[in-house]
């Protein structure tokens, strides 16, 4: 669902793309009012009628790393925050979104490995209903958010920053599409 050319491929690079989905970093929001700070990672699809589905996809660390933020995210999901060091990109942090708020299987200072599983995908509810995202399907996902200053790990709920326009985050946030795609390559082989 998530491969090139599919229809919600998170590897187009131009958000005004025709092609691209919400799932594109850079992408209005809110009517313009903001812009999309991530690349999401469709999961899984359930039918609308199925009650609290639960997704079986596991979401891991990208890198070794420490685990900065653990908590509330967005309409009901959690996020972790690892702090990475890999020689490539040196010091960053990935804030992995959107996880099922009852199944996070790491804390605060915990030293994490790549691959180590840290949660599964969560389902968005707002008032006890999902949102439409796809047309009658429920959608998981996973949201990946990267910011490349890795000296700043003073992140409890400073991510998020409303004020700072157009992504409401951090000044350091970054399209993580370049770090996806070695993660896709290193994981499954041949190029996303």
């Keep these: 669902m998530n491969?090139?050319?599919?229809?919600y491929d998170w590897s187009i690079k131009n958000p005004t793309d025709t092609n691209?989905?919400?799932?594109?970093?850079?992408r209005n929001r809110n009517g313009g009012?903001?812009?999309h700070a991530a690349r999401d990672l469709y999961t899984d699809f359930f039918e609308r009628n199925i009650k609290n589905p639960k997704?079986?996809?596991?979401?891991?660390?990208?890198?070794?790393?420490?685990?900065?933020?653990e908590g509330k995210f967005y309409l009901d999901t959690n996020q972790v925050a690892i702090l990475h060091e890999t020689s490539?990109?040196?010091?960053?942090?990935?804030r992995y979104g959107e996880l099922d708020s009852s199944r996070i299987l790491v804390n605060i200072g915990d030293k994490v490995k790549q691959g180590q599983v840290i949660g599964y995908a969560g389902l968005m509810l707002k008032n006890g209903i999902h949102p439409s995202i796809v047309p009658h399907k429920q959608v998981?996902?996973?949201?990946?958010?990267?910011?490349?200053n890795g000296n700043d790990t003073n992140v409890i709920g400073k991510l998020t920053d409303?004020?700072?326009?157009?992504?409401?985050?951090?000044?350091?946030i970054a399209d993580p599409l370049e770090i996806l795609q070695e993660g896709y390559k290193n994981t499954f082989g041949g190029n996303k």
């Design 3 to 7: 491969d090139k050319g599919l229809l």
């Design 20 to 26: 691209a989905t919400q799932t594109i970093y850079g």
């Design 33 to 35: 009012a903001r812009k």
């Design 55 to 69: 997704s079986n996809v596991e979401i891991v660390a990208i890198a070794d790393g420490e685990v900065l933020d």
């Design 88 to 94: 490539k990109y040196g010091k960053f942090i990935v």
């Design 140 to 148: 998981m996902m996973l949201h990946f958010e990267y910011f490349t």
């Design 162 to 172: 409303t004020s700072k326009l157009p992504f409401q985050r951090r000044n350091d």
